[in-house]
Structure formats: C-alpha cells, structure tokens
C-alpha cells in the first residue's frame, strides 16, 4: 500500500471530484428508476415522483425506488468495507470477497436458515456479521502465520483457500435441501432485485453504525500506513485502531451481505480507483468510496437490466466480470515478494 505522503491532492481537486461524483450518483440513479423491463418516459418518471401511482409505467418506477436505494446502500457499504480492509491489512488485495469474509458471512446465513429455522431479516443480519467475523480472524491468523507475518500474498492465497472451502460447505448444505436451494441460489450470486422498504430500514442502522466506526478509524488507520512500529512510536495503539477498524469493516461486509448476497470485487475495484483520485488520506478516501461503491453497484444493476431484457443479469456477476481483470491487474502491478 502506498504511505500517506504519497498521491496527495489539493483540496479544491477533491472537492471538485465530490461534485462531479455527487452528481453522476445522481445522474445513475435516474437512470437506474428509467430503465429495467420497461422503459418510462420523463415525464412519467416525473408523474411517478410527484405521487401518481396509476399508469402501468409510473408503477413500475415506484418498485424501482427501493430496488436503487438498496443498490445505493449496499454499495457504499461494500466499498467502504474494502478500502477499511485493505487499510489495516496494508495490502491492496484486500477485499470482502477475496479474503472470504463475504463467504463466512454467507455460510453463517445458510447454516441458520437450514438447520435452525431462521427467516427474519434481523437476525440473519447478526448471523453474517458473527460469520463474517469469525472468517475475517481466521483468514488473518493462517495469512500471518510463519516467516514474515501477514503479507499480501499469504493474506490473498489464505483468503482464496477458505473462500473456496465455505462455497463448498455452502453447496454442502444447499444441495440436499431442495425447499431452500431454489430460494437462495440467485441470493448466492448476489442481486437487489428482491429489495423492500422492510430490508432497507433494518440495513441502514447498522450501515450507518458500520460507515460511523471505519470514518472514526480514519486517523488512526492513516497512521498504520506508516508501518506498525512507527504508529506505535507515535502514540498510536495499532492493536485497538485495527481492531476497531475491522469491526466497522465485517458490519458493513456481513450486514450487506445479508440482504443482497455476497457481492464480489466492488471492495477491490472501488478504493483504488478512488485513490487515484484522491490519494490515500483515508478521511477522504473512505466518504468518497463510499459515493463510488453506491454509483458502481447502480451502474451494475442498470447494466444487468439493460443487456438481458426482458430478463436481468443480476450485480454479482456484473461486478465480477469488472472485478476480475482489475484483480489481475493488480497483482501484476503490484511487488509482492512469495515467501
């Protein structure tokens, strides 16, 4: 990861990209209410807006409101989840899907509805958060183990491996199970296009708890930027801003996870797009990957519409197909050292 001297940027340039992001959020969110089955007009979209309800097309808007405000939260969530990560880990592979975060989350949902009955939104939100958790320090403990602690390498090849071993287990207990396999198998590829005001309103408590702790962490995670025992040197407990910086991160991962799916890549593309923008000040960088997560997962929801009407390609695919040759991008730039 590049140190917090480095890709600085004057404050008149963020703020000109807050503007021209804030308004191509927008701009994707009309969009987003336009387009699907059935394309409207604008001066349906604006009869829809202003209360009418009564035409076949202003309908169709009013089910499209959630559906991208839903997009719109669990973007940002997922791209702050990334950036948080790939900050306290120092390592730019970091990402909720490539270190099996998202598929401890998955697993933990799973495992409730098939063997424990569960069905309320609330508490699958608890059960990936606890799922998420408890594959986040296990995924750190085998990339840390041995010679030269948790470097980006081991931390991607230990997060891959156990990625690859929840799916499996998730397939495990899916597959026997027909009377949930068909409700869930679109929910493993991951989608917004089941989204309720219901689901919104229980995400954004803990998408607001998750955002508020990692913007917190924002200071101390510029100081573990400069290497763990000059943060200490500096009067900061690395242990505590760490620890307190991935519990923002697994509730952002775990909670959104819960309602749309384990979504891949948008916690890898997103920071560091918007790094390049406007450097890796996290008290910058986190507000605007959030705006940045929130305009790609819109964008990725309108695409899968657009390319398979009158069917969808639902966002974890989209976002793969964006994520995967970024990730390879990555690791070819990048000057990782195999132990």
């Known amino acids: 990861m590049p140190g917090v001297a480095e890709l600085r940027r004057p404050t008149f340039v963020r703020l000109a990209w807050l503007g021209v992001g804030i ?3 927008a701009l994707l969110a009309l969009v987003s209410l336009v387009f699907g089955t059935r394309i409207v007009s604008v001066d349906e979209l604006v009869s829809a807006l202003g209360g009418d309800t009564t035409g076949i097309a202003e309908a169709a808007i009013v089910k499209r409101v959630p559906r991208t405000v839903l997009a719109l939260v669990v973007g940002a969530a997922l791209a702050v989840s990334g950036a948080t990560m790939q900050a306290v880990t120092r390592n730019p592979l970091a990402d909720p899907g490539i270190l099996g975060v998202s598929s401890g989350a998955a697993l933990a949902v799973v495992t409730g509805i098939a063997f424990f009955g569960m069905s309320d939104p609330f508490v699958f939100i608890w ?3 606890a799922g998420a958790a408890a594959a986040a320090v296990f995924v750190y403990t085998v990339g840390s183990a041995g010679r030269g602690g948790a470097t980006p390498l081991k931390l991607a090849l230990a997060g891959a491996a156990i990625s690859a071993t929840l799916g499996s287990l998730i397939s495990a207990i899916l597959l026997p199970r027909a009377d949930i396999l068909s409700t869930f198998r679109f929910w493993q ?4 296009g089941g ?3 219901e689901r919104i309103g229980i995400l954004v408590p803990f998408f607001a708890c998750g955002l508020l702790v990692c913007l917190l962490s924002a200071r101390g995670m510029n100081t573990l930027g400069l290497g763990d025992d000059l943060a200490a040197g500096l009067g900061e407990s690395v242990f505590r801003t760490r620890l307190v910086s991935s519990a923002g991160a697994v509730i952002l991962c775990g909670a959104a996870t819960a309602i749309a799916g384990p979504i ?3 916690g890898l593309v997103v920071p560091h797009f918007c790094r390049m923008l406007v450097g890796t000040d996290q008290r910058w960088l986190l507000p605007f990957s959030a705006l940045a997560g929130a305009a790609l997962l819109v964008m990725a929801d309108v695409i899968g ?3 398979a ?3 969808e390609i639902d966002v974890g695919i989209i976002t793969a197909v964006i994520g995967a040759p970024f990730f390879i991008w990555i690791v070819r730039r990048q000057k990782v050292r195999e132990l």
């Open 23 to 25: 308004i191509v959020l």
């Open 127 to 129: 059960m990936a958060i």
């Open 189 to 192: 590829i991951g989608g917004v």
């Open 195 to 197: 989204a309720t005001w």
């Open 264 to 266: 891949g890549f948008l």
């Open 305 to 307: 519409r657009v390319v």
């Open 309 to 311: 009407r009158p069917q």
